[in-house]
């Protein structure tokens, strides 16, 4: 059965790609942030997972909107978001990051670049994280401007990514290492390009501060590529499955803590740091979670799109859900992620997944990446 056909209005907004995007034949979208995001080609998921793996392709995620956090009190706001402890964080570098409210929910998981040491981006998933921090900064009194600026990433990825945006940038964009962002020169600017990425196959990400140059940025990345067998795409759901890349509102929620998504290593939990959530999360640390994200293998055949959660068993009781799932044609069975409980998180252990076909599907727990 085919998804409903999604109806665009000015309410989702377009990006400085869009035009290019329409043009390259566009076949569907999913809404982040209020904004469009690719996500077909007229190509199936599997040969754009096969193209990934071997090329690159350029993605139009602009929906990865920013929330500038800049001024005197800028380093101690973002550090009262999250129990990740920035207190060595250095210009230059990116820092995936939890962000929690007071019960230790999970509020978003962005990517943080530290511009300056009064000056941060936080790169977002898809929640409204630019209210929620304007609202801590007026009930907190902190002297600080919070806005979205005129932000609008660009993701290269592929293993041939490097040489692509090598071409455009420089050679000196190759000595940049995972998570370190270095300002390019572009027409009359200087662009942040970061070694980072919603994938596990090497890339750049592109942050356009001026919407006006969107088309000028594809179009000289587009004619870089054409020996190298560009071609456009968008996450790959195969792909993200496969190298445990977490999607925010699908494997976690507000009704999450990070302990739970394995996020352990991106906690404080000693007191050495102040953050929202802190006494909730450091609770949930002593008495430990009950359930964890993992990952799973499983037989069956094919599976259908994972709209909702699907129930998992184990011994004929209800022990978990799987949150996305897909068939892989490298590994020959379907491979997803899931939340299960801790009687059955451990690798190896078997359980049955009930997908909405109605078909019972023998599978086993994984540590991601799968």
Known sequence: MSSPSLAVS?????????????????????????????????R????????????????DVSCQRQVEVRGPDAARLVQMMTPRDLGSAVVGRCFYAPLIDDTAG?????????????WYWLSIADSDVLLWTKGLALGLGIDVAVTEPDVSPLAVQGPRAEDLVAAVFGDAVRNLAYFQFDCFDFLDRQL?????????????????????????????????????????????????????????????????????????RFCTLDGRIDYIGRSALEKISRNGPTQRIRGLLFDGGPCPPCGSPWPVYASGNPVGYVTSAIWSPRLERNVALGMVQKSVWATGQSVIVHSDDGVERTGLIQVPPI
């Open 106 to 118: 999970l509020i978003n998981d962005p990517v943080i670049l530290k511009r300056a040491d009064d």
């Open 192 to 264: 942040v390009v970061a070694r980072s990425g919603y994938s596990k196959q090497g890339g750049f990400e592109i942050y356009l501060d001026d919407s006006r140059l969107g088309t000028e940025l594809w179009d000289t990345l587009w004619t870089a590529g054409q020996g190298l067998d560009v071609a456009p795409g968008c996450p790959n759901l195969i792909e993200r499955i496969e190298g445990g890349l977490l999607s925010y509102g699908n494997e976690m929620t507000r009704n999450n803590n990070p302990l739970e998504i394995n996020l352990d």
């Open 10 to 42: 000015r309410r989702n907004r377009r990006t400085p790609y869009t035009e290019r995007i329409e043009a390259l034949g566009v076949q569907g979208y999913s809404i982040v942030n209020h904004t469009l995001l690719p996500k077909a080609f007229g």
């Open 44 to 59: 199936t998921v599997e040969e754009e997972y096969w193209h990934l793996r071997s090329s690159v392709q350029l993605w």
